[in-house]
C-alpha cells in the first residue's frame, strides 16, 4: 500500500470494545487502498503527517471516555486542517437508538473547533466479565441485554462513507 493516503485511528475504551470496532475501521481504510495506523487515545498518538482522522469512543452515561476528549482539545489545532470522522459505540444503539451516540460524538468533535465529516453510533457489547462490578450493577439495572451486538458490515460500511466523505477514496 505504497504511497497511500495515510489515516490515524484513534480510540478510547474501557472493556477494549471500541478497539475492536475501531479495528474494522482501520481494515476498511486498508483494503481501501489507505494506510491506516490504530492507536489508543490514552498513548497520545500526533496526528501530524496524516491525511485523515477518525476518533471514537465508547458511551459512559451518555458521555464520551476522557481519553478521547482530552485527545481532542490537546490536537485541535492540527484536527481542524485535516478532514476527520467521528463515532460512539454503545448499547443504546443496540436499542436502536442512534440519536444519542450521534449527538455526543458531534458535540464531542464540535467541542474542539471540528466540524466532522462524518458521525455515528455503532452498537457494542454487555459482555459481563470484561466489566467492573460497579459497571455490571449499573448495567444490569438499566437492564441492559447481554451480549456481542458488534456488527462487523455496518461498522465497515459506515467507514467506506465516512473515508468517501473525508475525500479519502
Ligand atoms: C457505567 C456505564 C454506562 C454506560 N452508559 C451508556 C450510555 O449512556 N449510552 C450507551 O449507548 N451505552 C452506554 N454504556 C454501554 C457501553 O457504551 C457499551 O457497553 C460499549 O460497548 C462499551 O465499549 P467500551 O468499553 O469500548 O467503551 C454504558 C456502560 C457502562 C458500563
Not at 23 to 39: Q, S
Not at 81 to 94: D, I, K, L, N, Q
Not at 116 to 125: E, F, N, R
Amino acid at each position: 500500500m505504497e504511497g497511500g493516503k495515510r489515516v490515524l485511528v484513534v480510540f478510547a475504551t474501557g472493556s477494549g470494545c471500541t478497539e475492536s470496532v475501531a479495528g474494522w475501521v482501520a481494515e476498511e481504510a486498508a483494503a481501501r487502498g489507505l494506510e491506516p495506523t490504530l492507536r489508543d487515545a490514552k498513548s497520545d498518538p500526533s496526528p501530524e503527517g496524516f491525511d485523515g482522522v477518525v476518533i471514537g469512543s465508547g458511551l459512559r452515561a451518555g458521555k464520551w471516555h476522557g481519553a478521547a476528549e482530552q485527545w481532542l482539545q490537546r490536537h485541535t489545532e492540527r484536527l481542524r486542517e485535516v478532514p476527520c470522522a467521528v463515532f460512539s459505540v454503545g448499547m443504546r444503539a443496540v436499542a436502536g437508538d442512534a440519536s444519542e451516540g450521534e449527538a455526543t460524538a458531534r458535540q464531542a468533535a464540535e467541542r474542539a473547533g471540528i466540524e466532522p465529516a462524518a458521525t455515528a453510533s455503532l452498537p457494542g457489547w454487555f459482555i459481563p466479565k470484561r466489566f467492573s462490578l460497579p459497571e455490571r450493577l449499573i448495567l444490569k439495572a438499566m437492564k441492559t441485554p447481554e451480549g456481542d451486538f458488534r456488527d462487523e458490515a455496518v461498522v465497515r460500511a459506515w467507514a467506506a462513507q465516512a473515508l468517501d466523505a473525508m475525500g479519502l477514496s
